[in-house]
Antibody
């Protein structure tokens, strides 16, 4: 059974770079035609799609975050990663990695989620 | 970007009563070539990730109780819980996945027991 698990620092200093990794277990990240996604949720607030990455490295980013986001994939480790630069308190959120139901294309709704990891931006 | 607006922001319903949540999109989510509405619904309980309930506006995800139903087309959508149970207390989100990204969520509707 496929599972996703986020990992990374829970505390990041303002102006620095947030780095998270999602480890895929129970299946290969490159054996399916999925765009693997990152979604965040500030405490007590709603959901925001950050971006998605294909195992080949092709990416889509939310235009609102595009200038600060970099995603990458490591097929040898079955992981994909998120970097968000120049963070502020507004980037404090639970960060989820997720897999969409539909592979091979865009039009993503997400049927498999990690448990999420809280990242706090504070000095 | 397509803006998704849910109403109400919160509602309190008695056990066994009906709960209705609406979701409006700033543009049509109906793709004429396949007659599908690109709209999903999620349920999120405290401390948990969102759980997919419906996609294509009205296709129920496996395992979702049939007291939940999704309906609507174009720009107006509804999630209905026909007989609210205690385990349905949660925040519900709609999400559009029409066309190219970015895909956006509604602000959420909190359902509580009256």
């Amino acid at each position: 059974q496929l599972q996703l698990q986020e990992s990374g620092p829970g505390l990041v200093n303002p102006s620095e770079t947030l780095s998270l990794t999602c480890t895929v277990s129970g299946g290969s990240i490159s054996s399916s035609s999925y765009y693997w996604g990152w979604i965040r949720q500030p405490p007590g607030k709603g959901l925001e799609w950050i971006g998605s990455i294909y195992y080949s490295g092709s990416t889509y980013y939310n235009p609102s975050l595009k200038s600060r986001v970099t995603m990458s994939v490591d097929t040898s480790k079955n992981q994909f990663s998120l970097k968000l630069s120049s963070v502020t308190a507004a980037d404090t959120a639970v960060y989820y990695c997720a897999r969409p139901r539909l592979g091979g294309s865009v039009n993503w709704f997400f049927d498999l989620w990690g448990r999420g990891t809280l990242v706090t931006v504070s000095s | 970007d397509i803006v998704m607006t849910q109403s109400p922001d919160s509602l309190a319903v008695s056990l066994g009563e009906r709960a209705t949540i609406t979701c409006k999109s700033s543009q049509s989510l109906l793709w004429s070539s396949n007659n599908k509405n690109y709209l999903a619904w999620y349920q999120q309980k405290p401390g948990q990730p969102p759980k997919l309930l419906f996609y294509w506006a009205s296709t129920r995800e496996s395992g979702v109780p049939d007291r939940f139903s999704g309906s609507g087309s174009g720009t107006d959508f509804t999630l209905t819980i026909s007989s609210l149970q205690a385990e349905d207390v949660a925040v519900y989100y709609c999400q559009q996945y029409y066309g190219a990204p970015p895909y956006t969520f509604g602000q959420g509707t909190k359902v509580e027991i009256k």
